[in-house]
């Protein structure tokens, strides 16, 4: 039988995966990254403080504080370091470098928190990579193509890491007993001021737009759950095994970009899904 904990994984990773579609949609219909984070960022915040109240959890303490800033800079500067890699070389190849954060996640809980390393995760690990190596298309490029930019791969490695150190946040909220609804609520409340802050800086404020709301009402729904499933996840699981589950959302969105946006399902696509698979079976306990 099924972990409840893995279960739970799984669900943030359907609902990331789903967040994540749903976000690179509104990007090719021209909703900028700092309307669509000011968009997104006001309909979480209020989410987060009703859910809190309704549970009877809304209090802020030190440690939802301290932690929600924490998480709210991090989730901040790993999109934002994505985007600065993206716009100066090929998402092909940073890509694949963003989607392993959980290998820092891994890396930490295993050394610092006294998490196990076993011959399962490490098959896991290598499958996942394998698994994001071959549906993102790294190493595929035309002849002549130049080579990739440092610039490009460190912002990369700065977002990777950003969003490595975040579940490792997570882990810390979950263990030191922060209520789940209100340690989104902290992140949230951080993130909302420098989201309007980067809008300001980037286009002169946020572009609110009906496209816009309707895209952030999904994206935030399904992250706000993703979240939640993920932070209670962790509560009962280790972060060794339960980050790199969630983190194979990519697999969700490269299922529903070739349903939904009818892009072509290559061999090397079903291979990376069929090596993701066997990555969850990797890290679910026998």
Known sequence: MIPPYIRLALMAMVLMGVSDFVYGRAA????????????????????????????????????????GAAAGALTFLGLWGFMRSVA??????????????????????????????????????????????????????????????????LWALAAMTAVGFLNIVYKLGAAAGAAPAMLLHGQGTFFIFIAFGYAWASQGGPRFSRAGWAH??????C?????????????????????????LSFVVSALLATVWMRERLTPRKTVGLALAAAAILAFTPT
Not at 42 to 58: C, I, K, M, R
Not at 103 to 109: G, K, N, Q
Not at 228 to 247: D, H, K, Y
Request: aromatic letters at 8%; hydrophobic letters at 50%.
């Open 223 to 247: 992250l706000l759950g993703g979240l939640m499933a993920l932070v209670a996840a962790l509560r009962e699981g280790e972060a060794s095994v339960v980050t790199p589950i969630s983190q």
């Open 28 to 67: 090719r219909r021209g909703i900028t990254p700092g309307t669509m984070t000011s968009s997104q960022a006001s309909f979480f915040v209020p989410a987060t403080a009703l859910w809190a109240a309704l549970q009877g959890v809304y209090a802020w303490t030190p440690t939802i504080f301290l932690l």
């Open 216 to 221: 952030a009402l999904v994206t935030g729904s």
């Open 88 to 153: 100066l070389g090929e998402a092909s190849v940073t890509t694949p470098i963003y989607r392993i954060s959980f290998a820092v996640t891994s890396l930490v809980a295993i050394l610092f928190l006294a998490e196990p390393m076993t011959p399962r995760k490490g098959a896991g690990f290598l499958l996942a990579a394998a698994s994001i190596f071959l549906l993102s298309d790294f190493g595929k490029r035309g002849g002549g193509a130049p080579p990739a930019r440092p610039a490009s791969i």
